[in-house]
């Protein structure tokens, strides 16, 4: 599988990297907070994910190109992913495609982002044209899908994996919510088949709330190369704080490392 590097981070090799959501509403809010991430970051966190659906002036383009320019100077080498989540897939707003297009493009071109996540299952002309614009600044695209409501049948995500493979995405990821144990299991167990049987690329799978949390430590075992952590506060429900994800993630490879030895 090809690895994606992001910034300085390799993804898709070794641990898990550990991404930090930011999700303040005001400039003063996300600049602060980038302040503390930057100042704890060191072996605890390789990236930081800005959830601009949050931000209160994220419908001025400008505005949040600038904004996201200061975030950068703050977290020096540290990426930062540009994230805008609808409220169809659970985010905190809506806003007309146009628009979410022209944000994805400033963000990439002169907004600092380390690289873009794109809705993979909105219109496909806009997704190709989020793909095209983004690509065309050299910034990789994470490629996502969110179902709040529902953990689907473990084909029915290979295949929107697979389809966001096609569509061109770098990486690949699906967020799930789980009704039972059994539907978490379903997640790690889609997870795999794809990283074994399809995957030429990094995949970032998870089911949310405190039962998918096992899903949130394991992915170096089932296939995952990226996890969210909660530094204050989360994104989605179910993340750990960054302190313990660390420890959980290193145990795990740590297990691993030994077992190969053996």
Not at 105 to 110: D, F, L, S, T, Y
Not at 114 to 139: K, P, Q, W, Y
Not at 210 to 233: D, K, Y
């Amino acid at each position: 599988m090809n690895t994606v590097r992001i910034g300085e981070v390799e993804v898709g090799e070794g641990m898990p990297k550990v991404i930090v959501p930011i999700v303040a509403k005001t400039r003063e809010g996300i600049l602060d907070k980038a302040r503390e991430i930057r100042s704890i970051a060191s072996g605890t966190v390789n990236m930081v994910e800005w959830r601009a659906d949050f931000y209160e002036e994220v419908t001025d383009v400008e505005r949040t190109a600038e904004t996201g320019r200061m975030l950068r100077e703050i977290l020096q080498e540290i990426p930062f992913l540009f994230t805008f989540r609808t409220a169809r897939e659970g985010g905190e707003k809506e806003i007309p495609a146009e628009l979410y297009t022209k944000l994805n493009q400033a963000m990439a071109a002169r907004g600092g982002a380390s690289c873009v996540d794109v809705e993979m299952f909105s219109d496909e002309e806009t997704v190709r044209e989020n793909l095209r614009n983004i690509h065309a600044c050299g910034i990789p695209v994470i490629g996502s899908r969110h179902n709040f409501s529902e953990t689907p049948a473990a084909e029915e995500m290979v295949s929107e994996l697979r389809k966001m493979q096609d569509l061109g995405a770098d990486i690949l990821k699906i967020a799930v919510m789980p009704k039972s144990r059994k539907d978490v299991a379903v997640l790690l167990s889609a997870t795999a088949e794809m990283f074994e049987n399809y995957a030429d690329r990094p995949l970032i799978t998870m089911s949310m709330g405190p039962c998918g949390m096992i899903s949130r430590i394991s992915g170096e075992v089932f296939g995952s190369s990226m996890t969210f952590g909660a530094l204050g506060e989360v994104s989605a429900p179910g993340q750990l704080p960054v302190s313990a994800l660390q420890k959980a993630l290193r145990l795990v490879h740590d297990e691993l490392i030994v077992s190969q030895i053996r």
